[in-house]
């Protein structure tokens, strides 16, 4: 069974940072490519960031780049989100996502493995 344990979360003022973690269990982690998606009340989920199964490839959406890194630690079966120069459109649940394919995918029906989310709420 596939078990992704999101943390990091919490509240932060804008310009803060943040770091998430997604720990993996269940899977052979390095064979799978990971995402971060966000949700908002009332918005949809969408992606924030993905990773190749070997970290070489990551992809951003274009509201975080430069301001986010995601990163992965195949030994620790966990990936990262680094969040730096927070705004409050920021705020949402965050979530990572697993799928057993080379490059991560861009929407939430491309993964079949979901953590439990983690708040993050930046104040203005």
């Known amino acids: 069974q596939v078990q992704l344990v999101e943390s990091g979360g919490g509240l932060v003022q804008a310009g803060g940072s943040l770091r998430l973690s997604c720990a993996a269990s269940g899977l052979t982690f390095s064979t799978y490519s990971m995402g971060w998606f966000r949700q908002a009340p009332g918005k949809e989920r969408d992606v924030v960031a993905g990773i190749s199964r070997s970290g070489r490839v990551p992809y951003y959406t274009d509201s975080v780049k430069g301001r986010f890194t995601i990163s992965r630690d195949n030994a620790k079966s966990t990936v990262y989100l680094q969040m730096n120069s927070l705004k409050p459109e920021d705020t949402a649940v965050y979530y990572c996502?697993?799928?057993?394919?080379?490059?991560?995918?861009?929407?939430?029906?491309?993964?079949?493995?979901w953590g439990q989310g983690t708040q993050v709420t930046v104040s203005s």
């Open positions: 996502a697993a799928r057993p394919t080379i490059l991560a995918g861009l929407e939430v029906e491309d993964y079949d493995s």
